[in-house]
């Protein structure tokens, strides 16, 4: 009985792995052989949710992979964010954390407040708003599949969040690293900081950097940008449990309301594994018997599969009828959280710039 309740979800979970090798080939193909980068610019989990779109709305998806689908979902999204924090080294950023710390939380403050003012302007459900602010501020598809489970989010408002991330998250992946150049007159270590605080993706701020550095021949840049990037995302530690507070405030009865019903406990496992990475820095980076940077690799390599086969399933189970019926207004949303964590990031910077200089 038990054997039969575990098989019940394979044929799901192998249709979404199916979906991710097609996904990431695609990438390659697009990236690499027709753009020209060493590694793709484009978040492959972006052409998962994309393709199981494409799919999940023009073929009927059978019932026998449902289950599966709903496990990946759950599940298999879950492992993915806690193999995530294997690559955070939060050691890294002491040099320059001085200025990336508090840049990042002033941007996080910023953008929720004009979020929490659209709420009330354009009437957007809350769950979206929190959404695509958590994507705008943190660390874009990452962190708004992280925080979806914890706040109950629908498939469709998952989608809708993470296309709205995508677009305008492409669109400072192109304009911002000629626009930094000029307006931060060449100096690495502002624009690095202006472009890992201002871009939504990991991968969007790499190429970002990539474009700068190919462009402008300033690989410190990229480092800079790269490092402050990773440190954006590790506020997911703070930013969904706090959303999860946020959100079931108020929705439960007093006398069952509790910060530890509602803690993503997933989140204990992404702490665990950035302990697991500095640790490991410390006791096998001189163990020449032991391929501890392999190790990291692997790790890495699992978390890409896992979050974007969670992507195809939740691309597969999309229906864009009700992804139109949500209407524009998410994405005014989404354009103004971009323009508010760039204006607010140069304000801070030329606030340093004033004070510290």
Sequence with gaps: MLLNKYLVIIPGIILAF??????????????IELLGYDK??????????????????????REGFQKGLDFTREYILKLGIIFLGIQLKPFEFLDFGKIAIPLIIICIISVLIVIKLLIKKLKIPTRMAYLISIGSTVCGTTAIMATAPVIKASKNEVSYAIANITLFGILSMFLYPYFANVYFDNQPMLIGLFLGTSIHETSQVAAAGLIYEQQFDSPETLNIATVTKLIRNTFLIVMIPLFAFLYNRGKTNKKDYSILNIFPYFVLGFVGMIILRNIGDQIFISNSSYNWSETINIIKFLSKIFLTMAMAAIGLSTNLK??????????????????????????????YLQFFT
Excluded: H, R, W
Excluded at 18 to 31: E, K
């Design 18 to 31: 199916v979906l991710y090798t097609l996904s990431q080939g695609f990438n390659n193909i697009i990236g």
């Design 40 to 61: 793709s610019p484009i978040s492959t989990a972006m052409i998962a949710i994309l393709l199981g779109m494409l799919f999940g709305n023009v073929f009927q998806v």
């Design 322 to 351: 009700d992804i139109k019926s949500m209407g524009y207004k998410p994405f005014i949303v989404g354009f103004i959280a971009m323009l508010t964590v760039g204006i607010v990031c140069i304000l801070t910077i030329e606030s």
